[in-house]
């Protein structure tokens, strides 16, 4: 089987931005992600890290960054539960939303973001790092759910279970660099429904998500590819003031995104950053 790369496309406008999500939009299975894209001397460069790993990108020893997650799990799990909604403090029992709901309060975990929308995905491309170029990034879920079975089934049905410590038994055990989707059951958090989000966990730290799913989503032959194909859409610096605009006129803003006081200081730095007409 051959790997079917990223297929990367330019817009330079917001016209051709909406043209293309529109098309997009209109397909099943979809799951995107909007960032800023790193750049170097040899130009741009596409990695989705982990905040967990972006916040241990110093760290070399594998086995320190592996206590450090744990004891980060562990401090959250203690201090959460004054704090947390009643309806949120079961998730702490259960080890995928477990890790979600650190995710979803901002402690780092070896968690990744995605959505479903590509609005949404549009959005997050666009809110932050005006100083850097933006990227949405697309693939089809569903592939990725049946080739990731299909190779790694053997480690990836570990991911839902949880160790006799409470910890999610993942935090606990090497396994390949792959990565596959994380699925919440029960109550949802009501910013991942605002969202419409969803995440991917890796096998073990340290895995680059964009170059694991690559790897994974494989086809023997280019007639078994259901769409969307795995693409990146890029877009300059320049363009993200506008792309807010536009996104705020659809309703899609800080505050419908993030629900709470929090929300509204965002859409409000979002404003500030509009085009004058």
Same mark, same amino acid.
């Given at each position: 089987?051959?790997?079917?790369?990223?297929?990367?496309?330019?817009?330079?406008?917001?016209?051709?931005?909406? !043209? &293309?999500?529109?098309?997009? /939009?209109?397909?099943?299975?979809? @799951?995107? %992600?909007?960032?800023?894209?790193?750049?170097?001397?040899?130009?741009?460069?596409?990695?989705?890290?982990?905040?967990?790993?972006? /916040?241990?990108?110093? @760290?070399?020893?594998?086995?320190?960054?592996? !206590?450090?997650?744990?004891?980060? =799990?562990?401090?959250?799990?203690?201090?959460? +539960?004054?704090?947390?909604?009643?309806?949120?403090?079961?998730?702490?029992?259960?080890?995928?939303?477990?890790?979600?709901?650190?995710?979803?309060?901002?402690?780092?975990?070896?968690? @990744?973001?995605?959505?479903?929308?590509?609005?949404?995905?549009?959005?997050? /491309? =666009?809110?932050?790092?005006?100083?850097?170029?933006?990227?949405?990034?697309?693939?089809?879920?569903?592939?990725?759910?049946?080739? =990731?079975?299909? &190779?790694?089934?053997?480690?990836?049905?570990? @991911?839902?279970?949880?160790?006799?410590?409470?910890?999610?038994?993942?935090?606990?055990?090497?396994?390949?660099?792959?990565?596959?989707?994380?699925?919440?059951?029960?109550?949802?958090?009501? %910013?991942?429904?605002?969202?419409?989000?969803?995440?991917?966990?890796?096998?073990?730290?340290?895995?680059?998500?964009? !170059? =694991?799913? #690559?790897?994974?989503?494989?086809? !023997?032959?280019?007639?078994?590819?259901? +769409?969307?194909?795995?693409?990146?859409?890029?877009?300059?610096? #320049?363009? &993200?003031?506008?792309?807010?605009?536009?996104?705020?006129?659809?309703?899609?803003?800080?505050?419908?995104?993030?629900?709470?006081?929090?929300?509204?200081?965002? /859409?409000?730095?979002?404003?500030?950053?509009? +085009?004058?007409?």
């Amino acid at each position: 089987m051959k790997s079917m790369t990223w297929k990367k496309q330019e817009v330079t406008t917001w016209s051709q931005l909406r !043209k &293309k999500l529109n098309e997009l /939009a209109s397909t099943d299975n979809l @799951v995107c %992600r909007g960032q800023a894209v790193n750049c170097n001397t040899n130009g741009k460069v596409i990695k989705v890290m982990s905040s967990l790993d972006r /916040a241990l990108e110093n @760290v070399s020893d594998e086995k320190q960054k592996s !206590k450090v997650e744990r004891e980060i =799990a562990k401090r959250f799990r203690t201090y959460a +539960p004054n704090y947390l909604p009643y309806a949120e403090i079961g998730h702490l029992n259960d080890g995928p939303s477990f890790l979600m709901l650190m995710q979803h309060y901002g402690a780092p975990t070896r968690l @990744v973001d995605w959505t479903y929308s590509v609005w949404v995905g549009a959005y997050f /491309a =666009a809110r932050s790092d005006f100083e850097k170029d933006g990227i949405i990034i697309v693939f089809n879920g569903k592939e990725l759910d049946d080739h =990731a079975h299909e &190779k790694h089934g053997h480690e990836t049905r570990n @991911v839902p279970l949880t160790d006799s410590d409470g910890l999610p038994r993942i935090m606990w055990n090497r396994y390949g660099p792959w990565v596959c989707r994380l699925m919440q059951m029960g109550h949802q958090i009501p %910013r991942m429904i605002a969202q419409q989000g969803l995440f991917t966990v890796g096998g073990q730290l340290g895995v680059d998500h964009y !170059k =694991a799913i #690559d790897e994974i989503i494989q086809y !023997k032959n280019d007639k078994y590819h259901k +769409p969307p194909e795995k693409q990146v859409i890029l877009f300059a610096k #320049d363009l &993200k003031p506008t792309i807010l605009k536009e996104l705020n006129r659809m309703g899609i803003n800080g505050s419908t995104l993030f629900p709470g006081i929090d929300g509204v200081g965002k /859409a409000l730095t979002e404003f500030a950053h509009f +085009p004058q007409s």
